[in-house]
Each structure stands twice: as C-alpha cells, then as structure tokens.
Nanobody, 121 residues
Framework: QVQLVESGGGLVQTGDSLRLSCAAS????????MGWYRQAPGKERELVAA???????LYADSVKGRFTFSRDNAKNTVYLQMNSLKPEDSAIYYC???????????????WGQGTQVTVSS
C-alpha cells in the first residue's frame, strides 16, 4: 500500500505563487509515476501534470509555463510549483501515484486527500 499526504494549499491573490507538496510512504518502490489533478466545483477532475518515472513531465495546456513539477527522491516527495496564479486555477488539487502491474496483480492507483487552492481576483 501507498499513502499520500498533501500540503501547501491556501488562499492567495491573482499573480501570487504556491508550492504544493505530496509525501509518499509505504510501499513506495512500486511507484512508476506520479502526478497532480484538480477539480473545481461542478466540474470533472482534470489532469494538471503527469510524470512517469524516468520521463519528462506532461502539463495541461492551461498551466504550461506557469506550473512546474519536481521531485525529491530521497524524501519520497513530489512538488507542484504554481506561479502567476489565476482565479480559474481555484480547485481542490489531488496528488496521484500509480504502481505498475505485476504478474499477479493489476496496476494500483493511489490518491491524496486533496488540498484547497483559492485564488482571489
């Protein structure tokens, strides 16, 4: 099992910056990729950034050039640096981890509890 604990959300103004953190614990060696999703009220959850292990990060068009994914393998922690925040970035942000399938089980997906980001105009 993998547990994900998120932090870093808050209330900021347009143009401000935030850095979200996601600390993974448990059977972390199984993780083949991690990413960030967000969900605004009344809307479906959408991909923000995805980082397969050993590959480049993919970003949603709406955040390219403003958001940056990074990781600290020694701490089993990933980050989402968010700059030039806009009101439309307001949402609950969720950390995601995927464990690769093996000969005896399917792939497992894990989610953090979510952290609220609110950007005022």
């Amino acid at each position: 099992q993998v547990q994900l604990v998120e932090s870093g959300g808050g209330l900021v103004q347009t143009g401000d910056s935030l850095r979200l953190s996601c600390a993974a614990s448990g059977d972390t060696i199984c993780i083949s990729g991690m990413g960030w999703y967000r969900q605004a009220p009344g809307k479906e959850r959408e991909l923000v950034a995805a980082n397969p292990r050993g590959s480049s990060t993919l970003y949603a068009d709406s955040v390219k050039g403003r958001f940056t994914f990074s990781r600290d393998n020694a701490k089993n922690t990933v980050y989402l640096q968010m700059n030039s925040l806009k009101p439309e970035d307001s949402a609950i942000y969720y950390c995601n981890a995927v464990c690769s399938p093996t000969a005896t089980r399917a792939a497992d997906h894990y989610w953090g509890q979510g952290t609220q980001v609110t950007v005022s105009s």
